[in-house]
């Protein structure tokens, strides 16, 4: 989904510009998920195991996604109605919610304003 809104709103990837961090599941060790990543140029890096410091962004997403969406919206009538909503969920945690570690923008517009500002041409003046 990175990839894909990334290339939808004109901002492809540069090969290693991109990191898939997660927790050492075996979901994530895998040789199949290793093999995806190095063929979209995306470096894996695996937290450290029983290592509570190095999950805890995560685990506080989850636990954010949890409480505002899974638990409040119960009873799910089937597994596709909760796909939908987490991806409506994710859309809007990424493209609309203002998140104040970053100045009260949403992350898109955030990395946006990153990407702007590191390729404007730098004007030098000569005498």
Known sequence: MALWQRDREGCPHTPRQLIHRCDAGSQYTSFKLAEHLAADGIAASVGSVA???DNALMESTIGLYAT???KSQRPWRSLSQVELAAAEWVDRYNHRRLHGGIGHVPPV???ANHYMESTKPQVTITI
Do not use: G
Request: net charge negative; hydrophobic share 35%.
């Open 68 to 70: 505002e969406l899974i």
């Open 51 to 53: 290592d509570a410091y």
């Open 109 to 111: 517009e955030y990395e």
